[in-house]
């Protein structure tokens, strides 16, 4: 993908007052059965999550599919409703509000949905599908709003003549940019990108993730993006959050998660990421087992029945959260400073020991990997104090290897071309004198 210029916003330090905080927020979807339809058990599908967000930034929700990525987006905008915990929206608990004062904060709260067509009514000019919502909210006065819907869909690369036309005329990275124009008319701060790039062409993909980084740039909007795909996570997040079965196994900045993914899930969902380096050694690490059901999901850590490192605690205790780095937060027992792992240590538990020299050597390859996709720079990796395989895979060892590469390569045209050379006369040399047929270029027709 493209490097993209725009100077991001959350790049800098992000300002004191957060604009979302998600504390502790489950959804369970009751199983209902029987004539009498009891509740007999819960799907877990958000099961405990905290985070914050602040102006300007892009936190980025990843894990496989069924994790419950979608349904923490949707009950954090209350479209699905919430089990327990609480969403602050500029200070107002959004589960709190009447329905005038949600009315009045949904503008501000805004969706963008994976599959654009499906989104868009067809019976319905793109214009009218633009403008509807914010002529409804009363977002800018009657006479400036037709200058003002022109001036969004500019901004969303679209076109003014583009009012009258419908979305089945459209291409699909052209119906999610009228996705995202309808988002955008309603002047909104924060917005949940529900895998808005999972259904395009991988060259769209780059044209509206870029769109996107603009538009955060020129309207300070503060981003929820949900995917599964890596790459297109890394070009845009400020920050990540890895889930797995309804929990937020790890959360920290995108620069720390790539570089140093701590939770062996991560690790392993991070490892699929391919390098471009045709030299480039893959480690990737297989998950054995399917995904627990979300209804029935594994007592203690919930990770437990795929982990290579797993422990007996690990059966038995649910993983605390430790917070590695500031920012850097992991749920795991391997790592020091929770509670339980300080019991094992103390009583020199081996097994404890044995997984946290395998889960090291796991975070060593994965920062190896990183830097092989240009995520660390060969600083960063000798200033982290990263083992010696790690260096040799360092950025700077992949563009040694690609200039070798290409050296051996240049040699070997030569080599071609010289050999063609010398064999050019030879056969000149060996056509009989006054033979045409020898030189004569054969006709296509024959
Ligand atoms: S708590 Fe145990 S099972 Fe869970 S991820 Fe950590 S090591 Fe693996």
Not at 117 to 137: D, T
Not at 218 to 235: G, P
Not at 277 to 297: F, T, V
Not at 309 to 315: D, F, G, L, N
Request: proline residues 7%; negative net charge; glycine residues 6%.
């Amino acid at each position: 993908m493209a490097k993209h210029t725009t100077s991001h916003p959350s790049q800098t330090t992000p300002p004191s007052q957060e604009l979302l905080s998600v504390s502790h927020l489950k959804t369970y979807f009751p199983i209902k059965s029987g004539v009498l339809q009891r509740v007999t058990g819960y799907v877990k599908a958000v099961d405990d999550i905290s985070f914050k967000l602040y102006p300007g930034q892009t936190m980025s929700l990843v894990g496989e599919s069924g994790c419950g990525k979608t349904t923490a987006g949707r009950t954090i905008l209350r479209l699905t409703p919430k089990s327990a915990g609480e969403v602050v929206f500029e200070g107002k608990d959004i589960y709190k509000l009447d329905a005038q004062e949600l009315r009045a904060l949904r503008p501000q709260m805004q969706l963008i949905f994976q599959d654009p067509y499906s989104s868009l009514s067809p019976r319905m000019p793109v214009g009218e599908i633009i403008a509807e919502a914010p002529r409804q909210h009363h977002i800018v006065p009657k006479e400036q709003f037709d200058t003002y819907i022109d001036k969004i869909m500019k901004d969303c690369g679209l076109q003014p003549y583009h009012r009258d036309r419908y979305p089945h005329e459209f291409s699909g990275g052209q119906r999610q940019r009228i996705c995202i124009a309808r988002a955008l008319a309603l002047n909104p701060k924060f917005i949940v990108c529900d895998e808005p790039v999972s259904a395009l062409d991988v060259s769209i993909q780059a044209q509206i993730i870029n769109l996107l980084m603009d538009l955060q740039a020129q309207y300070n909007l503060t981003y929820l993006f949900i995917s599964h795909d890596l790459s297109v996570v890394e070009h845009i997040s400020d920050l990540i959050g890895v889930m797995y079965l309804g929990d937020l196994v790890e959360r920290g900045t995108k620069k720390e998660v790539f570089a140093r993914p701590l939770h062996p899930y991560t690790q392993a969902l991070f490892s699929a990421i391919p390098v471009p380096d045709p030299d480039y050694k893959m480690n990737r690490i297989i998950l054995e087992g399917s995904i627990p059901s979300p209804a029935n999901p594994p007592a203690g850590c919930k990770f437990h029945t795929r982990c290579r490192y797993c422990m007996e605690i690990c059966k038995q205790q649910v993983p605390p959260s430790y917070e590695v780095e500031p920012g850097h937060v992991v749920n795991c027992h391997l790592y020091e400073g929770s509670p339980v792992v300080d019991d094992l240590t103390g009583s020199d538990d081996m097994e404890v020991q044995l997984a946290r020299e395998k889960l090291a050597a796991a975070e060593d390859r994965a920062a190896g990997a990183a830097a092989a996709r240009g995520q660390l720079s060969v600083d960063d990796i000798v200033s982290e104090n990263l083992s010696e395989e790690a260096r040799t895979d360092s950025q700077e060892a992949v563009l040694d290897r690609s200039s070798e590469w290409m050296k051996e390569r240049e040699q070997q045209l030569e080599r071609m071309q010289a050999d063609r050379r010398q064999a050019e006369p030879a056969a000149a040399g060996a056509a009989p004198a006054g033979d045409e047929s020898a030189e004569a270029p054969a006709s296509p027709e024959k």
